[in-house]
């Protein structure tokens, strides 16, 4: 079935669907199977030559890329200006571009990187392309997020948006949990704010991917052939879910939701995510940041 008869009747047979995080992994493969379904695959990355590698990976000319560094919210917010400049409409968002990182860094804006790449970076990129998604018929936002999130330690706000604290490899999970629970906030908060309009916000727990596993692990190469022999992690899955919320005609006019391929079915986020008072005070604290930073 192509692509455009999973949604309205009014969508384009060729609908624009912005990826990040397209470069590998999860990513690579949900624009892979969108531009097989007959859609135009918007992309970000690093390099010229990330984006050409991508390009001939995902397999289809009808891929389009602008560079930029999801560490520096000023690039996510020109990459975000571009493809609403060059785009008469966007009818898919899908934030996935993400990293765990293993120790603590900062970017060069000041921010913790986990936190800015996974969580002020697609904040920032989606409210740079609303404007293109509400000229949609019926436009979707998908944010990947992680049942990571349910060991995400003690949500500070606003201090965990900006502070960079020590910690070890071992001790990295909760951070990136903690991003991880951010992103649910944030979807749960945007999709109560578009209520009433063409634009819906779902995000999801896309299982254990073996596809980039622990980058910065000296052994993650070899523990990802292991895992793949052995059929655990399989990325298929969790790519497979992506693509569902961003074309599947189940989830029209459905919006806060946050699901797990674990089933395909819809579940709660970890407290205290799941408490709209906090959610509306991430949003305010986050629109407080990145506005004064721009």
């Given at each position: 079935?192509?692509?455009?008869k999973?949604f ?56 389009d ?6 560490t520096?919210?000023?690039d ?11 785009y ?8 996935n ?13 000041g ?7 996974n969580y ?10 609303l ?12 944010n990947?997020?992680?049942e ?5 330690g003690t949500l ?8 960079t ?5 071992r ?5 990136y ?7 649910i ?9 578009l ?7 779902n995000c999801l727990?896309p ?5 980039g596993?622990?980058r ?10 292991v ?7 399989d ?24 699901y ?14 799941n ?13 407080r ?6």
């Open positions: 079935m192509g692509i455009g999973l309205r009747a009014e969508t384009p047979v060729e609908p624009t669907i912005v990826v990040t995080g397209a470069t590998s992994g999860l990513g690579r493969l949900a624009a892979g199977a969108l531009a097989r379904r007959g859609a135009r695959i918007v992309i970000s990355a690093r390099s010229p030559e990330k984006a050409e590698q991508a390009r001939h990976e995902i397999g289809t000319d009808r891929v890329t602008f560079l930029g560094d999801f520096r919210l000023d996510v917010r020109r990459i975000g200006r571009e493809i609403a400049d060059r008469d409409h966007i009818d898919v968002l899908v934030n571009a993400g990293i765990h990182a293993f120790q603590p860094r900062t970017t060069p804006d921010y913790p990187e986990m936190v800015a790449v002020l970076a697609p904040w920032v990129l989606t409210h740079a392309l404007p293109a998604l509400r000229r949609a018929p019926a436009a979707r936002i998908v990947v997020a992680s990571a999130s349910r060991r995400h500070r706000l606003p201090q965990d948006l900006t502070e604290v020590p910690f070890s490899a001790g990295s999970s909760a951070h949990g903690k991003t991880k629970l951010l992103d906030m944030f979807t749960m908060e945007l999709a109560r704010r209520a009433g309009t063409t634009v819906t916000a727990d299982g254990f991917n073996t596809t596993l622990g910065e692990l000296r052994f993650a190469g070899a523990l990802e052939r895992l793949t022999r052995l059929g655990i992690g990325p298929a899955r969790g790519a497979g879910l992506i693509v569902a919320l961003a074309t599947d005609s189940r989830f029209i006019g459905r919006s806060g939701g946050y797990t391929v674990r089933g395909t079915r819809q579940i709660q986020p970890a407290p205290p995510g408490d709209p008072g906090l959610q509306a005070e991430l949003w305010h604290e986050t629109h940041l990145v506005t004064a930073s721009a």
